[in-house]
């Protein structure tokens, strides 16, 4: 994985792409030629057009990438129930496009449990927060991390609560982040 990059891309297929910071969803044309700035957890931001968007991992050949193996999903328990360490590791692979750290070291994540199910299976329910509560792209980064905990073998469902109680600041970030981020 790497971030802070400035590879250009030219569009080799129409594909779908989120505007950043607003949600919105605009479709990327064959032809046109844009910036990666960002490319982590499987996912790139991309400048085109004067404006950042996100390709998720699966529209990755669109811009001229193979989509990423995500290791996490071996780490299953033998009774074929998830495994809470491939739950954290999954989540280390979701990224606010704008900020590249992760939604666990920024301290977003505020709760993970993890019961059984009926069917032998485990039910995640995770609690995570928002840099803002207004931020246009927490509907996508809680549905991420909802994807890729369901994508774990053993974990039969993921819940993923969007809460604002205690509300995020800079200092629910760990020390390695605010280093990668020069806040120390």
Known sequence: MYSDIDEQV???????????????????????????????GGSYTVMIRGNLVRVEGIDADAIGKIPEVQPWLEETENDGRVNEKAVWEAMKTCYDPEIPVNVVDLGLIYSCEISDDDNEGSLVAIKMTLTAPGCGMGDMIATEVKQKIEGIPGASEAKVELVWDPPWDRDMINESARLQLGML
């Open 10 to 40: 030219v569009i080799e297929r129409d594909c779908e792409a989120t505007l950043i910071p607003f949600g919105n969803k605009i479709t990327l044309k064959k032809g046109e030629e844009g910036h990666i700035t960002q490319a982590l």
